[in-house]
């Protein structure tokens, strides 16, 4: 009898020992996770593909600095080897320049050679995806003005100058590989381009999608689409969807993106309404985005002083 009240007590001692021991790993478990909380996922490299912006934002107190460049027709009429396959010819340069206001505002501006367009952006992060899964999705607004101070003959009010683009961006990051966006727009142009035919329509709707896809840690393939919803850019008239292919590496404080697309035009107000070029005439060209990063907030200086 002694014997089984003495193997009873050790087996209910060893039950509670284990009891123990899996409420304190809970418990460190437990304690764990909640340090770890959710945080905004990054779903691309940058604040820009080859035709499209993301929904990548420049933090507060930071400064992004970018040269996007497209070059003339590799092949076709306008390429091949006397043009250096096009590297001879400039179709359009792109200087912009980003600020973080806030970690979910920016306010940008940008010059391109095409039309000598001047924008100004204003750029707002509404929701972000979570790691946790809370929020799937990243949702970024985006709106722009953009002038052509020059050409008088063709502008001859200042408000004939104005064009206007709105922009949704919705984004996703499947996992760690694949990085997907969709963005409907609507762009308004007080003299639309090209100003005759008298059937050309100063306002339309288009759709921008685009997808990377992770190579390594630092280096992705990017394809980039657009379409506007417009009677008047179509085969009728010769206009064809822009379509770029990129290849992106980041460098450190910087990001490099080398890419072939049928499209000359850089910002979107010039890209979405002028695209008349095509593959299939060796229309395409090689362009470059190069993308730096400075920080006004102080943040690596004081990481250094520690």
């Known amino acids: 009898m002694k014997k089984h009240i003495v193997l009873v007590a050790a087996l209910a001692l060893t039950i509670g020992a284990k009891a123990q021991e899996k409420s304190a790993a809970d418990s460190l478990m437990s304690a764990m996770s909640k340090d770890e909380k959710p945080v905004p996922v990054a779903i691309f490299k940058s604040s820009r593909l080859v035709l499209s912006q993301t929904t990548e934002m420049v933090k507060k107190n930071e400064f992004n600095f970018q040269i996007i460049h497209r070059f003339g027709d590799i092949a076709g009429a306008n390429g091949g080897g006397s043009t250096a396959f096009g590297i001879d010819r400039v179709n359009d340069v792109f200087f912009g320049f980003e600020y973080g206001v806030s970690d979910n505002f920016n306010v940008d501006l940008g010059r391109s050679t095409i039309g000598q367009l001047i924008q100004l952006e204003l750029k707002w992060a509404l929701v972000h995806q979570i790691s946790d899964g809370s929020s799937p999705l990243a949702v970024t607004l985006l709106g722009e003005a953009g002038a052509q101070p020059y050409q008088g003959a063709t502008f001859p009010t200042f408000s ?12 996703h990051k499947f996992a760690s590989a694949v990085s997907l966006q969709v963005a409907p727009s609507y762009l308004r142009q007080n003299t639309p381009f090209p100003i005759s ?7 339309f709707f288009s759709l921008q999608a685009a997808a990377r896809i992770k190579l390594t840690n630092h280096t992705g393939f990017i394809i980039d689409y657009a379409h506007p919803f417009s009677n008047f850019r179509s085969d009728t008239y010769s206009f064809k969807d822009p379509l770029g292919f990129g290849y992106e590496v980041e460098t450190g404080g910087h990001v490099f993106t080398v890419n072939i697309t049928n499209a000359n035009s850089v910002a979107e107000m010039n890209m979405l309404s002028r695209s008349q070029q095509r593959y299939s005439r060796g229309q395409y060209r090689i362009g470059f985005t190069i993308s730096r990063m400075f920080d006004f907030s102080g943040k690596h200086k004081k990481m250094k002083e520690e």
């Not at 004939?160 to 984004?171: G, K, M, P, T």
């Not at 035919?197 to 306002?203: K, V, Y």
């Open 160 to 171: 004939s100058r104005l064009s206007y683009f709105a922009q949704v961006i919705i984004a």
């Open 197 to 203: 035919p008298a059937n050309n329509e100063q306002s």
